[in-house]
């Protein structure tokens, strides 16, 4: 994987990784859809590292940055600079640079919004959407679950730094699969920024893709974890129910699967692309030749 810089649409420095292969190999035998990874809220780009790394061994050209305000892109003081439409943009910003014309995109948590506000305001530009332990409405109740509680007072209260210690930035999440939940979340929580995390929740308050969702017309594949506590099962099959043909795979995991189960996940979104998008894409091409 390579790793860059970039200025998005305001200035804010963008922190992405990616992994292209040579436009033309013999053996290709199908052009694969390029991937672009999204993580959520206390994360950076590396919860995707696992499933990234997957996908590009079998050909794959695959994309990830770190999302403004966490890892290595910038941070902005002002409140509006995390709205849901400025992160849509910093990524059609890097898939500009890269001279990537269209993807799969694969959203956790809060990427799972930021793909939906994607693929709304740029609908040409998407394949398909895997949506992971995400939603399609925002609450507070959402972003106030008991673990984000825990992890804030634990970190933040009681200052339990023996119990994480700090290495900031370059933190790699994709080596924490083996550990707790609550050991990601406090590391999550102390490498974020208390002022970052509350703007993106007030400008994520009220936001609600309902309508949105039923006009949607790429392939969309949804996987929702038994255990997660912060979007549970429910939401899940509400956006399968409005999504015309999403499917729906539940997986025995919690609210960080793509940490913890990333073969899992890696192995549900590639038969999923081979499936829905690369069969149809050759049928497609059989039609025109």
Excluded: C
Aim: positive net charge; proline residues 3%; charged residues 30%.
């Amino acid at each position: 994987m390579k790793e860059a810089y970039l200025k998005s649409f305001d200035g804010l420095d963008l922190f992405y990784a990616y992994g292209l292969h040579p436009r033309q190999r013999p053996d290709r035998k199908r052009a694969h859809p390029a991937l672009l990874f999204v993580h959520g809220m206390g994360n950076n780009y590396t919860a995707w590292k696992a499933e990234m790394d997957f996908f590009y061994r079998k050909g794959y050209d695959v994309v990830a940055l770190d999302l403004r305000g966490y890892g290595r892109s910038g941070k902005e003081r002002h409140e509006r600079a995390y709205r849901i439409q400025n992160y849509a943009t910093d990524l059609k910003t890097v898939l500009d640079r890269l001279k990537v014309r269209r993807v799969v995109l694969a959203g956790h948590s809060l990427g799972g919004l930021i793909a939906l506000e994607f693929e709304k305001l740029f609908p040409k530009k998407v394949q398909g959407l895997v949506l992971v332990d995400t939603t399609y409405k925002v609450t507070v109740d959402a972003f106030t679950g008991i673990f984000r509680i825990l992890a804030f007072v634990l970190v933040r209260i009681l200052s339990l730094s023996f119990l994480v210690p700090r290495s900031l930035k370059r933190m790699d999440f994709s080596k924490m699969r083996k550990k707790s939940d609550l050991y990601i979340l406090l590391k999550g929580e102390q490498i974020s920024d208390e002022k970052v995390d509350q703007d993106i929740i007030r400008n994520l308050i009220n936001v609600n893709f309902k309508e949105h969702l039923r006009r949607i017309a790429v392939p969309v594949l949804i996987i929702s974890a038994t255990k997660d506590q912060i979007f549970p099962f429910q939401v899940a099959r509400e956006m399968q129910q409005e999504i015309p043909d999403a499917e729906l795979d539940v997986i025995e995991a919690t609210h960080v699967s793509i940490i913890k189960e990333p073969e899992t996940i890696a192995r549900l979104m590639h038969e999923f692309i081979g499936r829905k998008i690369e069969k149809e894409t050759e049928k497609k091409g059989h039609q025109h030749g």
